[in-house]
């Protein structure tokens, strides 16, 4: 059974990185980029999984299909974990 998959980026390179990874662990999967009329979210949450969070809940409520979303930062000891 193939898993059927949107991902939270139209970046082919980054569709591609995932489809091996997921593959290489056994998984047959057929991966979508982020359809271009979903707009992008708001990044609103207070912590980077809130945002992942946001934009996958946004691409199933678009495509009616999985989704997976990441969303990355710079967070530095020194400044409290802040953002540097």
Do not use: C, Q, Y
Request: charge should be negative; glycine fraction near 8%.
């Amino acid at each position: 059974m193939t898993l059927r998959l949107v991902l939270a980026t139209a970046n082919p390179h980054k569709v591609e990185e995932i489809r091996s990874i997921l593959e290489a662990s056994g998984l047959a999967v057929d991966l979508v980029a982020r359809p271009a009329d979903v707009p992008d979210v708001v990044e609103d949450a207070p912590d980077l999984e809130g945002n992942a969070r946001l934009k996958a809940r946004a691409l199933v409520a678009a495509t009616g299909l999985p989704a997976v979303a990441d969303d990355t930062g710079l967070e530095v000891d020194a400044l409290g974990g802040e953002p540097g």
